[in-house]
């Protein structure tokens, strides 16, 4: 199905599973597609009813005619309003730029009013380039700029190549990521459209969500890869520390940008878990108003080997 943004803009929308059954909704990173979830929506469409859809510019969703974080939130809004009952709620994970639209979108009532638990999944609010990891060199003006300038850059990734393998999961991915893993993400990498590349890249670039991570309420879950060299686990640490409700920080060892693919059983364990906790379950009576638990509980880390 299509949902149409504040803007005009349409969004490809794909919603597997049964009617009724608890919903979860699922936001995509930068240069990725519904097909990046395709584990967790295999995984959990026999129990509950997934909704996934395409960022603008990305997937099956038109070029965007805005590149703005607001625009992000905008979306996320129309998907919740296009997918959910009256009253109903879901579980709303992102990972990477996903992660960073459920941040940006919280505080609205169309984002807060829906949103029983999040997963903040590969991510961060801030200083993104920063921090990155991705060139080897000492931290500074000089690998930001670097770094800034490979990951912005206009010119197409072409073919699936053995070297763009290669480059790809040195960036991206853990160096113990299996070949049919490495495979799977560099399709759906150069599957996206320059365009889109670049001129998100530019908002990642200058992103501070970190004023708006006090309006994310809801019961959330963190998770990242200790190998991750775009959005290294400092970032999650920061989160965690920060959000009013975080429920739990998982670690996963050796894991790096690309967690739902690399180790998509613990992530969908910790969907599977959110759900199950604030989320009212098949037959019960309600559209998902269920009330999460009230008491913020101090975020763990545990270190996990998928």
Request: with cysteine.
């Amino acid at each position: 199905m299509e949902a149409v943004s504040a803007d005009g803009s349409l969004l490809h929308v794909e919603v597997h599973g049964e009617e009724g059954a608890p919903a979860v909704v699922l936001a995509h990173g930068w240069t990725c597609s519904t097909a990046f979830w395709a584990a967790q929506i295999r995984a959990l469409a026999a129990t509950h009813r997934v909704i996934a859809y395409d960022q603008r510019g990305h997937g099956r969703s038109p070029a965007a005619s805005a590149y703005a974080v607001d625009s992000l939130a905008d979306d996320l809004i129309a998907v919740l309003e296009a997918t959910l009952a009256p009253g109903e709620r879901a579980v709303v994970a992102g990972h990477s730029m996903g992660g960073m639209t459920v941040m940006s979108a919280a505080g609205r009532p169309g984002f807060d009013e829906r949103a029983a638990a999040v997963l903040l999944c590969s991510t961060g609010s801030s200083r993104l380039v920063a921090e990155a990891l991705v060139l080897p060199l000492r931290a500074g003006r000089i690998r930001t700029r670097m770094t800034s300038a490979v990951l912005g850059s206009r010119a197409p990734l072409g073919p699936v190549t053995p070297v763009a393998r290669k480059v790809l999961k040195y960036a991206t991915m853990g160096p113990g990521s299996a070949p049919d893993r490495v495979e799977a993400c560099a399709r759906i990498v150069h599957g996206c459209p320059t365009g889109a590349r670049h001129g998100w890249s530019r908002v990642l670039a200058g992103l501070d969500l970190d004023d708006r991570l006090a309006r994310l309420t809801a019961p959330t879950a963190v998770i990242a890869g200790t190998a991750d060299r775009l959005t290294p686990v400092v970032h999650a640490r920061a989160l965690a520390a920060s959000l009013p409700h975080c429920v739990g920080l998982t670690e996963l060892a050796g894991m790096g940008h690309m967690t739902p693919i690399e180790a998509p059983e613990a992530v969908t364990r910790v969907i599977r878990e959110l759900a199950g906790q604030h989320l009212p379950p098949v037959g019960a009576t309600g559209t998902g108003t269920g009330a999460a638990t009230t008491a913020p509980p101090t975020p763990t880390t545990k270190e996990t080997t998928p």
